[in-house]
Structure formats: structure tokens, C-alpha cells
């Protein structure tokens, strides 16, 4: 039990520590705006993931505890119904105090507090809230990296996060089948760890056959599709995608610009720079990777078929390119068959509950269940999701027109 | 053959003549507008279903046919790309020409050529096409009632549609649940006979143990949702749905008016009236079948899960509420466990492609694939249905907002 | 007495059936639909100037009056805040019920009960209101009129209101300036008869030396500022302006539609036809009159400036072509200097209140003050006016981007 | 010469110096977002008034000048299109780069070149347009004031801006009328020295009768307006007004809260602090202005009689409540007639043209004339205002809707 509470105190330390990290190349300016509604600023990240340990983990177990400010839960609560009234999500970037410094000691302090009860009156009970604020972190460690590219990512300058020499790659693995008989399959989560909600309950499910890709799509495969005037043509895609690709004047993934006749794109690392063909389209919308997928006469997998076969094929890859990389970007595949990493993939599947899934009580109820209408299911991680985050069985999900996150597109077929 | 063309020619004749009995109660005022988008004019429903015909099967394979007006396509196409250009939808309420007197005529005209087309020189190969034709009209048929019942419904004065004595049933079905064992089941549409390409391929599914409710949820049941304060409470609602009653000031099924303290709901029959508590609940969305399932504590059915207890428990029974009853609102359910009539009900399934699913080749090839994200399905037919147009395999679809339809919930459970 | 209660019931009846005789050539279809917010549907315009004399007129003032409907203060109030809730603008167009020909027997129930009123019970105090309730039914003849050419004129098929011969004019007044010295003018009603309370006070006024043309702007000389590319350079237009013309994407007067590379425009005698290069120009707004005179290094006459150059040489000519003329479009000038009839000419002043306004007491003061904010005054009456209803000191206004009524230039200068 | 050279030059690194002592109190955070659109981030006004001596000073006369940034045209051009491609305004508040610190830098680079320039190859033709940047960068001082209120003040932790002790006043100045006498008027710049294009031409003007207040009405005042229920009453409104109310929900001045009962506001000093009930009241719109004074049985003076008033009683006072003050409120009048400082005074009239007013050529001609519709004229200056840079001709203008400024009302009447 000693062993177990140093374990989570570090773990604790080693999690809180990596969020402050990501920002570390931010200029002050950078961590207060939200230029659209789906980015965050970061000051509201770093605000809101320790408000997470304070509301649900301090306030009510830890003895004697005083709040830091009571203005913080309207401050950084998301949309925890149950929390009370907050700041309206379109408000965000309007909100200059607390300044970083006192986020930075609003963190100070909750990590203060957390070591000193984690050593003393901690109860085990809690152990499973205290992880759920880690994975809780670490998500926002991600969607930290997707919202920093869209507020550099946007401006005039495209100011780079990182300048670091990037490995060339030459590698194109070429395209594969990977075949899955037909039958009942077991998915969903079945073990002891951390899992949510959603990968609940553990089912079976009924498969045909079919055939999955063995690696992402490329830069060069979309930009086919894109002269072949994949956006002008209303045959290749839904209904509301071809709205959306109107209204919006959709002609190209999220953050390429064209230079002098070129596409380039921005990335984290070196700004506005030339495309790697060879690496995986990323930047898509469920829209795009839909229509691509039609016009290659193909499909999606669903959520079903990815993971079954993650659990046959893929397994979590060491080599595959996650958060730790430091690079934030995605890279040409490795030719390893690995279905994680790199991009989320966009899956044929629409978020709704598992057979036997039951929310949480309470307010951790609030994570996933009340968001399982309208969106779609991705898979896989990417190269901004921390490794240790990851599972086959993790179901993530976006809105199908969303595309500021690290999103790509892995294909299927019948067979 | 002769035989067939005879009928054929038969069915048209009787298809098309309904739709315009179902106008006969209507003011030509009533035929114009469009208060809200979802509601065309019924003017234009008969001009559409008309377009149809005359450009899918007489333009293309009619030798010497004259198009009865050149700007008809423009005015009465409703989104096919395929097309060409058409009126906008929010616009189809502005257009007061042609008038009734003309669309009727237009009707007429191409009744007439295609009386003489499936007389003369018909092709067999085009029945399919035909029968979608007849399909699509009666699809429109019960958009004509919802849209006859908004325009009136929403009007001051509340205007009948029509008064006719209604029979006083003091029927109670009491709720009983039909048990479904796990297995593989099969399911889509497997059969000679029309379907549309929506219910293939059909499948196998696996289905885990499972109860149905053996009818709907009544209006007395969803009034103690009501006055549990279900509409103000959180809990019970996904968050987009949450944000839906919020932003609506949503606190009633659609149609239903406070009259003197007492909850009434406006009826084709009879104008504004008393609420039959034995009635199944109608017009409501899937965010509140859904709020209202689990405020239960259950939940509503799979699709796969529905179609498998119709084809157990339902079939389609002849004393079931169809269009053909031509009393346009849900009776209290008479005890034989019938899944079809009255109401459309909100499955728990998002609207996708079946496994093998392909959307046929030409413009008909947008009837169903392209609407395939973002809305629910929803099974079983309504009371504005008619009897011959539904199937245990049928897939409505709706966004989850919408209520303007005869929608209704029918729960399940895990057992 | 006797002779003045005979005129007024004869006046009375006089106006009540002009409204319905610009209604005639209506179809049912065209009486309901409301394209744009300004417009009303015809039907509506029928039930509201017919409400006026019921709510302020019979209701009040003639004993045992018995109200025709109840609903119909809903249905039909405009604005008046005073009168009670009523139809939010914007549905005006949904509502079918009551119909045509319940609207019409409206009409005639009280047009029957205010001549019993006016032969029996009639009291001269309410001449005033009366009048004001004629004046007003003459200002819904002009609306009708506008919104009568935006239904038909917005339609695709832009079926004719009339076909009349249309006089072939081959007139070309050429511009003339029309000279005012400086010094000290009165304007404002001063006079017996009928005013609206916006013309009031009576006042001095000091003008510098300008000139004003002897006639409005030609569609010629607009259409130069077109060809000229008038639309495309921002230096003409002001802000607001220039934001309207891109949003919009305005390239010409309302109404106008280029047909195989020939500016024509819609017409309700006729429909669509060749432009007549010698008539004023109409249907554009105060935004596009001003940028016309800036680009012509000209400016728009302030109304003080408009009204003492009617008085001057205006006077209301009897040639004007006015609503009687029926054939509601602007013709070319005949060389009279005549300041009225034609186009509503915009003024570059604002409507504000004169010295000494007062809006007067009850439900009639919301009648005008109310509106002056945001809008600019326009003079001299249209070929939509009713010759015995414009005055030169009649004050008309309207929102600086609208252009659905017949609004044209007249060009002034400081000399 | 050699004294004016360097009288310009203290002068413009004067002017300069003081907008970076209004941003001093600052943390880097509040110089980034933009709340609304009319609210600019300071890091942007301190950018913005760079670029146009850049632009229009150094770029085309300083030879061999090297632009700072190619960037920042695009960066810091607010709405001259002669200027090239900008920012979006509603996208000021999302960039982050350059940062405060780069612009700081951009500033004294400007400011090194403009003095070296000033000091060597100056042309005195120069000198107005150097004195129109100089006025321009004391426009936005005062709306540096007023967007940094309303950053602070919508926050919710309301931090004060400085924390001066304020000098506690009980002077209670009674309402006094100061009367003028009816006739011709001269009004508009006709001296040496600055003055803004749309304070000329110099021409005469007919007033009759009238007298306006000696003070502003007082928060005082204002709040009995509320008390007797004047939010809630349509009839003192305007009809743009009582929509502007509903659809805002007003029901006090901005930056008023209602804190346990009682009235607060949120002010630059101080924070959240109780309301001075002898202070004039600020933050109101034109449509509060005027119809406060319609429940007075009153009204705004037109700003002929503002400035022939001014002349006659006012001059600019040196008592007067300034921007050298550095308190940013108002303050209880000292009861001598002062009519400037303490708040913009809202006038009955439209901003629009003087006779003989003329745009002068090039961009700078974009300055004042292309806003002369939909905005009322405001006179007088206020706490925000520099002394030097304020006149009795000086018009300022807003739209009747706007208040985050230091707008107030003086009330006037016909005699």
C-alpha cells in the first residue's frame, strides 16, 4: 500500500508536470485565446485540470482543505452541470485574469495539497477518481497540442512551437490488406486498469469478413484525390458534408496553405513548411475521410472492425509515434502493421452506447455518456496522446465536421 | 404481363389520386407556405412528387414526351445534384406560381402520359423505378399530413382539419415486456418485392438477451416525466439535447398548449383538444425519447433489436393504425403487441450504412446513402403510413431534433 | 355638417375599395407569403388597415359594436406595443387562417358598420382619427404595391400584375439646376387639412445657395455609374455601404436581372422587360443614391433644401404620374420640373423629430416618432402614391439599405 | 522653423509616451482579447497607431526607411481599404504574435525613425498629416481607456485598474437652465490649428428658443428613470430602442451590478465599487439617453444648440473633469456650466454631413466621412479625453446602441 500511494503521488507529479511542459514554449500572449469555440486557451487548460482535483478530490476528502479562490469553479469548470454555473464556453478567450502566474500557482497549490493528502489520509476508494483526473490531464495534454497549432497554426506569422531537425524519412511502406474472417468477436474493455465508461460493458459482436489497410492513408494519396477534384464533385459526399464543404469553401485538410502554387502546411515544429508526402494525410474531417473513402470505392472500418483488428494485428506498437516523440507530428509509417499512433482514424461508427453500458452516478457521469449523440468514433491515438493513455479499446469521438485534432484515415473493404 | 402493366397502371393511378385526397380539406391559402424548413408546401409536395415521374421516367424513356414547363425542374426539384439547379429550400414558402390550379393541371398531365406510357410502350426493366416513384409519393403523402398538421397546428384560430366523431376508447394495454434471447440474428431485407437500397445487405447481428415493451409509452405516462420536473432537470438529457430544451424553451411535446391550466394538444381531427391519456405520446424528439427512457431507468431499443422482435412478435397487423384509418393521430393501443402503426419509433441507433451497403448508380442513388450522419432511425411506421408502403425491415431517419412527425417511444432493457 | 358626414363616409368607401381593387389581379396563392421581413403578405395588409378602424375607431366609440373576431387583434395588430401581443413580423407569412374570403368579409363587416357609424352616431372629434385611418389605409396601398412586385418580381416564372400598352415616351429632359438663394426659409405644415404629426412643428430654417435638378436620375445615367464600375470601388460608398454592396453582393437596382447580357428588369406591367434608358432609375437604396452622387462629385439634396424647392417650383404637378395613373412605374420626365410622383427621392438627411415635435397622446403616437432613429427621409411621393395623398412637406422614411419601393435621385449642388 | 521642428517632435514622443503609460497597470494577458467586436486588445491600438505614421509618414517621405515588419500592414490596418488586405476586425482578439513585447519594439523603432525624421529632412507640408496622426493615437488613448474598462470590468474576478483613494465630493450642483435666444447662428471650425474634416465647412444655422441644463444628469437621476419602472415601459422608447431593451435584457447603464440589493459599478479605480449618486451618469446608450429624457417630458439638445450653448456658457473649462486627471470617472459637477469633460454628451442629431463638407483625398480621407450614417452625434469630450485634444466643434459619433464608452446625457428643452 506504501508502494501503491508513492506510485500514484508520482504518477500524480509526473503527469501535472508534463502539462506545464507542453506550454513551456508559449509566450504569454498565446496562452489567453480561443479563436474558435473548439480551442481552449491554454491558461484555461492548465486552470481546468487542476480545478478537476480540487472540485472532485480535495474539497470533498481532504480534511481542512481550503479552496485556493472561490471564483475558480465558475472560472474553470467545463460543463459539469452538476458543478454549478461557469464562465459560457464562447467566453473563454475573453477572460485575462487569472493571469498565468496565478494559474501557475493555483497548480502550485493543488499539487501541494494532493502530495500531502496522497501520503497521509488518502483512501484507496479514491484511487479510481484520482486516475480518472490523471487520464482527465492527459487528454487535455492533448487537446492542448491541437488548440496551440490552431492559435499559431492561425496567425499571420505562423510562428513555429519548436525547431527541432526533423529525421528524413524515405520510407513508403506500401499498401496491405489485413483480412479478418467473419464471426462473433469480443470487444470493448475486459481487465483490470484504468478504462472509461464507454468502453463498457465488455460484448460480443458479430463480424463479416473484411479487409483493413495496414497503414494510414498518405499526403500523396489525398492530394490525388484532391486534383482529381474530390472537392468539386458532390458525388462523393454526404449531404451536410457538401454543405459544409460550400459554406465553409473546404478545399484542402486544416492548416495547409498554398505557397507560390505549392501546398505546404503548418506544422509545431518549423511552422509553415513543405508536406512530407510520404506521411499520413492528418487535419481531416470525418466529411473528408468519408468522401475520400468513397472515391477510392472503398470504406471505413467500424469501431467494431478496428478493434478487433487492433487486437489481431496491432497491438500497441513501442515504435509507434506518440506524445513522448516530442514531435507532434505524424511521420511515414514504419511498415509494422501498428494501429496507434500518429492520427486518430476516423471510424464508419457513430458514438453511441455499448450493450450494458450504464453512466457512472454522480458527476463523473457527466464524462461520456451525456456527449453519445452526433458524433463519430475514432480510434487509435495519436502523435499527441500520451502512450501510457491508450488502449485498443478506447473509444474517442469527435463531431464530423471537426478537424483542429491530429485526425486521419485508415480504409477497409469487404471481402 | 398485360397483367402486370394493368396493375401497375392501377396502382399509379390510385398512389397519385391520394395524395391529392389527402388536399382535399385544405384553403388554397393553406397549400403555400412554410413556417419552418422541415415543413414544405403542400403545393409543392404536389409538384415534386410529379417532377418525379415526368423527369426520371417519362423524359429519359417516353418517345415525343413535352415537358409540361421548362422551369418546373427548377421549382420542384428537391436535392438532387444530379438535377440541376433548384429553388433553395428556405425559399419554397415565397412562390405562389404556379398556383394550385396549375400544379393540378401539371398533375394531370403527367398522370395522363404516363396512363399512355405503362399502356404503350412500357419496359419492364423500368418497373423498379416506377415503384420507387410510387414509394417516394407516398413518403410524401405522410410529410403532406405532418406538414398540413403544422400549418395548421401553429395557427391562431387552430383550424380542423377535418371533424370527425372519435371513437372513445377506454382501452389500457398494461405494459408487458417480450423477452428476445442472445444470438445471431438476421436482418435487412432479404425478399422479392420493393425495398428501398437503405435495408440491405441484409446480415447477420448479434443481439444479447433483451426486453421490448409490448406497446408505447402513453401521453399519461409521459405527463409524470412532465411533472417529475423531467424538463428541467439535466441528468436525464444528452448535452446537446440539454442545449436544445434550453435554447427552445422546450416543456411539451410539440402541439401540446396549456388551455386554462390543462394540457391540450392540437389534432387534425378536431382542431385543439383534450389529451387522450391511453394514447401513445407522439411528436416528440429523439432527445426526449431519450431523456424520458432514461429517467425510466430503461432505455429504447437497437434497430437490429426492433427488427428482430417485429419479426418475432409484430408482423404487421391488419387492425394496426395506418393512413388508410384516415383519423391522422395514435389510438390507444389495443393489446395484440403490434410494433407497426400509430408512431414512428426512435430506435437507439444512428442512421448508417448496413454492412455491403452500396447506393445504387444515377441521381436515385441519392434517395438514402447521402443523408447517412448526424440523424437516428426510427422504425415501425406511423398513423400517417400507409399500410402497404411499410415493412419490418423499413429505416426512417430523423435528426434527433425533429418532432414535427408522428414519433413515439417504445423502451426496452437489458435482461 | 350633414355634407361633411357624406363626404367622409363617401371618402371612406372610396379608399376601402381602391385597396381591394389593387388586390384584383391577384391570385389566392399570392395573398399569403411574406418573402422578406418588409414585405406583408396582401391578405394581411387587407386585415390590418380594416383592424386600424375596428380597434381605434368602432370598438371605443360606436355603441353595441360587436367585434368580428377576437383573434383578429392578434392576427393583424402591426406594432402597436399599446394595442396588446400580436404576430411576431417575421410569421406573418404562415399564417393561411383566416383566408381570403374571410378577410374580405372582414372587410365588409366593417365597412358596413363604420358607414352606419358615420351616418348615425358619428362625432366630429374623430374626424382626425378617421382621416389619420384613411391616410393610413392609402400608405398600405403604396406597401401593397411594393410587396405585391417583390412577390411576383422574385419569382421564377415573374408572371405580369397587368398587361397594359405601354406608351413609348422618346422625352429626354435634359438636366437643368434649379437655383435657391441663401437665407431664411419656413417649412413644416402650416395649414388646414390632414398631417401627419412628423410635419410638424412649423419652423425656420437657414440654406445656404444650392441647386437642385429639374429631374431625378435616369436608368442611362445609372447605368453608366455601373458600367463605370460604381459597384466595385469602395471609395464611393460609406462603410455601412460598402459592407452591403459585398455581402450582398449587389450589382444593380433591385429588380434588375441580366438576360443573355441585356439589364432588364421586372415590371407588374409586363414582367420582365427591356429597361426604358430614359426613366428614372428605381428600386435602389439610400446607400447606392448617395455613392451615385459622390461618384458624380454631386450630393443629395437635405430634405429642408427638397422642401423649399418644391415650394418653389415643385408644386404638385397634376401631370404627376401618380397611382392613378395604374401602371406603377416611373416614366420619363416631361420637362416640368415637377418634384413629385415617379420615385420616392432620397434626402440626405436623417429623420429626427422637428423642433417642437410632439408625438401625440395614446395609440396614434406610436405612429411615427417612434421610427426616427436609423432611417433617412425621403420626399415628393411615387407612381404608387395616392395623388391626394402626398404633400411637399410629407415626410416618408425608410432603413438606408432597403430598396423594394420605387425610390429614386434627385442630385443637388452648392453653387 | 527650428523651434516648431522641435516643438512637433516633444510633442509627438508626448503623445506617444502617454498611450504606454494608460497600458502600464497591465499584465501581458489583458493587452491580447477582444470581448466584442467594438472592444480592440490593447496590444492592438499600440500596433495600430504605429502603423499609420509608418504607413503614411515615414514609408512615403522618410528616404530609405525600412518597414519594421512586412507583416504588419496586414497586421495593424484597421479599415483603410486604400491600405491593402487586413485582419478581420472580429479577429483582432485571437493574435497572439507579435507579442507585446515586438510591439513595444515596433513602437520605438517608429518612434526613433519619426524622431530622426522630424529632426532632419522634415517637410512642414507634412505637418498636419503628422498632427492627424498624433490626434488619431489621442482617439485611441481614449478607446484604449474604454476597451481596458470593459476587459477588466466583464471579468469576474472585477480587478481594479489603479487604486487611488478618491476624493470623497458632496457638491450637489442644482439643475439650472441656460437659455439661448432664437436666431442665426455660425457653427464648425474657422481657426488656425487642428480640426477634423467633419467639423468644417464654417456655415450659419437657425435655432430657435431654447435652453439646455447646466450639468449632466446625475447617476442620481438616473436611477429614479429605473425605479419608476423605465426599462420596462415601451412607450418611452424608441421602436429600435425597445427591441434593442428586450433582446438584451437592459435594465441599468453598463458596468452596473446589483451586489447583495444594492447598485454598483465597476470602475477603473477601484473595481466594484458603490455608485457616487452625484456623479454624472456614463455608459448609457443613445437609446437610454433619450428615452430617459422623454420620461422627463424632455429632451437632447440637437448639436447646433450643443455648440452655440458651448460657445456662449461653456469653453473648455480647465477645471474640467480630463484624461489628465487619471481617474477615468466622472465626477460630481463643481457647478460652473462646464460642458466638457465627465462624459460624451449624446445629441438629438444623426452624424452627417456639414454643407459644404468635403472628404479630403487619399486615405485619409477614409477618416471620418464614410461613417456618416446610422450614428448619432456626441459633443463634449470626457474623463478619457486629452485637454488639448478637445473643441467646442469637435464631433464625435457612435451608434445609438453603443455604451462601453463615457457617454452621458445633458438635457435640453424648447422655451
Known amino acids: 500500500m506504501i508502494a501503491d500511494k508513492i506510485h500514484i503521488s508520482e504518477r500524480f507529479l509526473a503527469v501535472r508536470s508534463q502539462t506545464e511542459k507542453i506550454c513551456e514554449p508559449l509566450k504569454i500572449e498565446d496562452y489567453v485565446v480561443q479563436p474558435i469555440v473548439d480551442v481552449s486557451p491554454p491558461k ?22 481550503q479552496e485556493f479562490d472561490s471564483n475558480y469553479n465558475y472560472l474553470f469548470n467545463s ?9 459560457i464556453r464562447t467566453d473563454r478567450g475573453n477572460i485575462t485574469r487569472p493571469g498565468v502566474e496565478e494559474v501557475m500557482q493555483y497548480r502550485a497549490y493543488v499539487n501541494e495539497h494532493m502530495r500531502e493528502f496522497l501520503n497521509t489520509n488518502y483512501d484507496e476508494r479514491l484511487e479510481s477518481l484520482i486516475e480518472l483526473g490523471l487520464q482527465h490531464e492527459q487528454q487535455h495534454q492533448e487537446l492542448l497540442i491541437y488548440d496551440i497549432k490552431y492559435i499559431l497554426g492561425k496567425n499571420p506569422l505562423f510562428p513555429a512551437y519548436s525547431n527541432n ?8 511502406t506500401p499498401l496491405e490488406w489485413l483480412e479478418i474472417k467473419e464471426g462473433i468477436y469480443e470487444i470493448g474493455y475486459n481487465d483490470a486498469g484504468f478504462s472509461f465508461d464507454n468502453e463498457h460493458g465488455y460484448h460480443k459482436t458479430y463480424l463479416n469478413d473484411f479487409a483493413i489497410a495496414n497503414r494510414l492513408v498518405t499526403n500523396r494519396e489525398y492530394l490525388e484525390f484532391m486534383e482529381a477534384g474530390g472537392y468539386e464533385n458532390f458525388r462523393h459526399w454526404l449531404s451536410e458534408a457538401w454543405e459544409w464543404v460550400k459554406e465553409n469553401e473546404i478545399e484542402a485538410p486544416e492548416h495547409w496553405h498554398r505557397v507560390d502554387g505549392q501546398w505546404h502546411h503548418y506544422n509545431l515544429n518549423g511552422g509553415l513548411t513543405a508536406i512530407n508526402m510520404d506521411a499520413p494525410v492528418t487535419h481531416i474531417s470525418f466529411f473528408e475521410a468519408d468522401a475520400f473513402a468513397k472515391w477510392k470505392g472503398l470504406r471505413l472500418p467500424t469501431e467494431q472492425e478496428w478493434e478487433v483488428a487492433c487486437l489481431n494485428f496491432g497491438l500497441i506498437d513501442s515504435n509507434s509515434n506518440f506524445s513522448e516523440s516530442g514531435q507532434y507530428e505524424p511521420v511515414p509509417s514504419q511498415n509494422n502493421n501498428q494501429l496507434n499512433g500518429d492520427c486518430w482514424e476516423w471510424t464508419a461508427s457513430a458514438y453511441r452506447p455499448y450493450p450494458y453500458y450504464k453512466a457512472p452516478e454522480g458527476a463523473v457521469g457527466e464524462y461520456n455518456g451525456k456527449f453519445m449523440v452526433n458524433q463519430m468514433v475514432l480510434r487509435g491515438g495519436s502523435c499527441a496522446t500520451p502512450r501510457d493513455h491508450i488502449r485498443p479499446t478506447y473509444r474517442n469521438f469527435f463531431h464530423p465536421h471537426l478537424r483542429w485534432m491530429f485526425s486521419g484515415i485508415r480504409l477497409a473493404k469487404d471481402i
Open 44 to 65: 484555461w487548460h492548465l486552470g481546468h485540470t487542476t480545478w478537476f482535483f480540487e472540485t472532485f478530490v480535495l474539497k470533498p476528502n481532504h480534511k481542512g482543505y
Open 79 to 87: 460543463y459539469y452541470e452538476s458543478a454549478g454555473a461557469r464562465v
Open 165 to 172: 531537425p526533423r529525421a528524413e524519412s524515405s520510407d513508403k
